[in-house]
């Protein structure tokens, strides 16, 4: 069995966004572990570092020293963009950068842990973070998300489905767009129409195969 990472890595790891597995440390830090196959080093600019799926599994372990305090993690947590959040930043260069790189992340991840290393179909992780995947690939490609007014774009929402979830935009041009964008990024989607309202919505899966 290898040994155990040690308290000030478990901190880096444990700090790891829980989104996209992107760490934060010293170049040292992420040196040691890359070379233990907990993390990666991204072959595009800027370079970030991420945890491999050894290390999320040691990331969503127990600490083996619980007593010591975690490190808080710099400069945020990213999180995708699901439409409504009223103090959402805004689309500058710094989140372009951001949701980016989250991108190039994930399909990293998917080359990872998927058997067949496939990147045109949703890994795991999206399997479990329907929401936020969904809305990482709408974001992605640059779709607006809705702010506090429902009108201005996407929202992504959870249903009782599943694994689905539900995409509304009011205007039917978006809509449509965003279903494509989902299909490239290896979504089932379907079409939908509320009884009540009549407003129209979409069903999305991850594909398996």
């Known amino acids: 069995m290898s040994r155990p ?20 440390g010293t170049e040292a830090q992420l040196a040691a572990l890359v070379k233990r196959g907990l993390a990666f080093r991204h072959p595009r600019p800027p370079h970030d570092h ?25 400069g945020g947590v990213f999180a995708a963009r699901i439409g409504g959040e009223e103090d959402a930043q805004g689309p500058g260069p710094a989140r372009l950068r ?6 190039q992340g994930l399909l990293e991840l998917r080359r990872m842990t998927n058997p067949d290393g496939a990147t045109d179909r949703p890994c795991g992780w999206e399997r479990t973070h329907l929401v936020q995947a969904a809305a990482l690939a709408l974001e992605a490609a640059g779709h607006p998300p809705a ?7 996407y929202r992504v929402r959870a249903t009782a489905q599943p694994e689905a979830v539900a995409v509304r935009d009011p205007d039917g041009a978006r809509l449509r767009a965003c279903a494509a964008t989902l299909e490239e990024a290896g979504w089932q989607v379907g079409e939908h129409t509320e009884p009540r309202t009549r407003a129209r919505y979409l069903l999305a899966s991850p594909r398996r195969t």
Do not use: K
């Not at 990472?5 to 444990?14: E, G, H, K, L, S």
């Not at 991420?50 to 808080?72: M, V």
């Not at 951001?98 to 991108?103: C, H, K």
């Open 147 to 153: 702010g506090r007014d429902p009108e201005e774009g």
């Open 5 to 24: 990472p040690t308290a000030t890595q478990r901190r880096v790891i444990d700090a790891a966004d829980p989104v996209t597995g992107r760490l934060r």
């Open 98 to 103: 951001e949701v980016r790189g989250a991108w």
């Open 50 to 74: 991420f945890l491999t799926p050894a290390g999320h599994r040691i990331r969503e372990s127990e600490p083996i020293t619980p007593e010591e305090p975690s490190a808080p993690a710099t």
